[in-house]
């Protein structure tokens, strides 16, 4: 579904990603993990186009990701954000149906139809006409989850979906990614919830300063992981007192 091939971004003078490579299979879960400015987050910007890579290839499908490839990488991948970017101006619906409209061209009834499906889906359809800025951060990260799925994507990718949120909301965001992850979704997911990893994602890749260090089976990498650096980084997570 998505393979990256020996990725180099640099902003300035500062190297942020080294010759990373891996492949993400269609309908598996893979999990990236790191200290913060290990590069994660900037992987996931290259696939989907938010940064120009400076070396190497990335391919979704069939597609080269390239500045006159985006339209169609973005119908295939679609993207939810940490700090949700959700246009407050206007309602919860009006944000779910964005794209359908403007990017796909859909009609809008039948979007309409769709958008409040899958706000019913995410559990947000109570609040459809709402603006976001009168929503909780968990209750505004599922809006997000549900504009991303009414592109009908093929694959989502997720950067740190729960970092912003207070600890009592990251609960129902998880729940509706390990829903999506059961049906079958492609994901890429740049993550610090090492159970959520460990229980829904097929693949893991540990980065640090701007390199793969392991990758592998989840299970594996989580349970005995053969770098060091991994080891160092899943004890100071797990155990950090």
């Given amino acids: 579904m998505i393979r990256v091939s020996n990725l180099s971004k640099a902003f300035g003078a500062k ?7 891996f492949e993400c299979l269609a ?14 987050s900037t992987v996931l910007r290259c696939i989907n186009g938010l940064e120009r890579m400076d070396g190497g290839d990335i391919h979704v499908g069939e597609i ?8 169609s990488v ?14 407050p101006h206007r309602s919860v619906l009006e944000n779910v149906l964005e794209g359908p409209v403007q990017v796909l061209e859909r009609p809008e009834q039948d979007a309409r139809e769709e958008a409040m ?12 006409h709402m603006r976001p800025t009168r ?26 979906p729960t970092s912003a949120l207070d600890p009592e909301r990251v609960g129902e965001v998880l729940a509706v990614m390990r829903e999506l992850a059961e049906e079958g979704m492609s994901m890429v997911v ?5 159970d959520f990893a460990r229980e829904v994602g097929d693949q893991v890749i540990f980065m640090d300063e701007g390199v793969v260090v392991e990758q592998g089976p989840a299970q594996a990498v ?8 991994t080891r160092l980084f899943l004890d100071r997570v797990l155990r950090p007192f």
């Fill in 117 to 128: 499906a899958i706000l019913e889906r995410v559990g947000m359809a109570d609040f459809a």
């Fill in 190 to 194: 740049v993550t610090h919830e090492i």
């Fill in 15 to 21: 190297t942020v990603l080294r010759d990373v490579s």
């Fill in 74 to 87: 973005r119908r295939r991948v679609a993207m939810v954000f940490q700090r949700f970017n959700l246009f």
């Fill in 27 to 40: 309908g598996t879960v893979t999990c990236l993990l790191g200290p913060s400015g290990s590069g994660k």
């Fill in 64 to 71: 080269r990701v390239a500045p006159e490839s985006l339209p």
């Fill in 222 to 229: 989580l349970t005995d992981p053969q770098a060091p650096r």
């Fill in 135 to 160: 929503l909780s951060g968990g209750q505004q990260q599922r809006v997000g989850i549900a504009r991303a799925l009414a592109m009908r994507p093929e694959a989502i990718l997720f950067d740190e």
